[in-house]
């Protein structure tokens, strides 16, 4: 059992605008902590659609460590599942996506609808009740062909995040595309390392230069890419308008979306700056309306360009290992071999991914060091690191409090203790953050 009052004191001892305390990084516990609080209560960007193309197709994934199923029904409904069978808690699809008109658990055979519903036990006893034995359900919404589930039984709000998402991706026709590549790099670091080396560039001019030809590196200061002033972002905000592409930004507690220029002349985020398809998956002759960058606190970013969507997901496997799941799209009609190239379509963010991932192991390695002390961020070319660290620490304060019950706020998490201990810290201040997002937050 997670002794809360142990996490609560980590939480706590975390100074405003510095990394966090070396435990949150290296105990075990803390990472049992996140398993439950952190990936059992926030949306997660699981997939897309075009991964499940035909009417009665399953995608199976991992959160935190639970096994999660997204059904699509023959109408087209999604529905989404603990893939934990109900005789004996065996996972019942294999990860990964495929067609079936029924979910089998492989190892007694209990057979499940695509509606969760149990419709054959074998040799059960008279007195079993298989619709007492459906799969428990888990919260999913569909945005403009991207996948969330959240297994919490009050997910936080969500509206306002499709509101600001959904005008602004839909144009790259995600529901018209089709998984083009995927892959996964293990990476010897805490999920947290991580997360806040994928929200910053503040390493980038020295630690990626391949991508420095098409990132722009030294726009990517605060809470924005793109800066008004600049005379070329007005006309790449005048060529957006044109072909009616919204810019954002939208900042939400959990999400930053907006869509940003490029380096000059760059098209695409591949190893040229190049398209890396000719079948575009955003309708139209423009091709130059740089990225639009879509994250989600707590695992994962995507950017869409003209041509591609690239998908980026950190899922922690153990305290100091986190599997990192990257996954390409482009338009469904474009052939392999003849419209784009796998290699090229995947080569600037493997070497990335890559570079990425020897920094986090060497950031890692110091973590560990019992020389280590949790450090000031940089205010503006960390800014996004700032919330992710933020929000994660207000997340665990907020688990903490509702199963400590006795702060007297609306408490919508599951399973509350009836238990009352003693009252938790004053909430952390958040620079950056309205008190209606924060407001929003907590449920
Ligand atoms: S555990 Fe699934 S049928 Fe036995
Ligand atoms: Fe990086």
Known sequence: MIDLERIRAFVAGRRLGYSLPQALYNSPEA????????????????????EIPQPRGYLAVTVGRSPVVVTRDREGTYRAFHNSCRHRGAQICPEGSGTRGRLTCPYHQWVYDLDGTLVHARHMQASFDPAEHGLKPVHVENVAGALFVCMAETPPPFTRFREQLGPLLAPHRLEEAKLAHQNTLVEKGNWKLV???????????????????????????????ASDDDPRHAAFTARLEAA????????????????????EGQLSLTIDGGLASKKPMVAGDETDIGSLRWAIEPHSFCHSTADTTVYFSAMPTATGETLVTCKWLVHKDAVEGVDYDVGRLTELWNVTNLQDRDL?????????SVGYTPGPYNES??????RFIDWYCDKAMDFIAARTGVDGRPIALREVASRATDTPPARAAKPGLEASEHEAERL
């Open 195 to 225: 997360m806040e080396n994928a929200r910053e560039c503040y390493h980038c001019a020295t630690g990626h230069p391949e991508l420095c030809l098409t990132f722009p590196v030294a726009d990517a200061v605060g809470d924005h890419f």
């Open 244 to 263: 009616g592409l919204g810019k954002g930004p939208f900042l939400g507690p959990w999400w930053q979306v907006e869509r940003f220029p490029l380096n």
């Open 31 to 50: 990472l049992e902590f996140d398993f439950d609080a952190i990936f059992g209560y926030s949306w997660i960007l699981v997939g897309f659609t075009c």
């Open 381 to 386: 070319d960390e800014s996004y690191v700032l």
């Open 360 to 368: 986090v192991e060497n950031n890692q390695r110091g973590v560990y």
